[in-house]
Nanobody
């Protein structure tokens, strides 16, 4: 019974901020790399940010300096703090967990909508 449940999406004005949360259950959370993806209409799904099981982070160039990924292993939650939001950030954001050691297992969340509009 694995679940990844995203929350925190919504409507914000350009330049505003949102914090997305992904709450995991049914996995040994500290063994998993955690990721945020997004998929704009008509475009390929894009990796936005990664935080490894060891705490190493990486970001897409389009969000570097604006977004911060973090994790709370005690609460089994990964966050995406999004600042200085732009209209082009508007899309559905997905949480993705991939196990860092064999047996490799992967799970997707259901997605949460982010809309940046004045």
């Amino acid at each position: 019974q694995v679940q990844l449940v995203e929350s925190g999406g919504g409507l914000v004005q350009p330049g505003g901020s949102l914090r997305l949360s992904c709450a995991a259950s049914g996995i040994i959370f500290n063994l998993y790399n955690m990721n945020w993806y997004r998929q704009a209409p008509g475009k390929q799904r894009e990796l936005v940010a990664t935080i490894t099981a060891g705490g190493i982070t990486n970001y897409a160039d389009s969000v570097k300096g604006r977004f911060t990924i973090s994790r709370d292993n005690a609460q089994n939650i990964v966050y995406l703090q999004m600042n200085n939001l732009k209209p082009e950030d508007t899309t559905v954001y997905y949480c993705y967990a991939d196990r860092s050691i064999p047996p490799f297992r992967n799970y997707w969340g259901q997605g949460t909508q982010v809309t940046v509009s004045s």
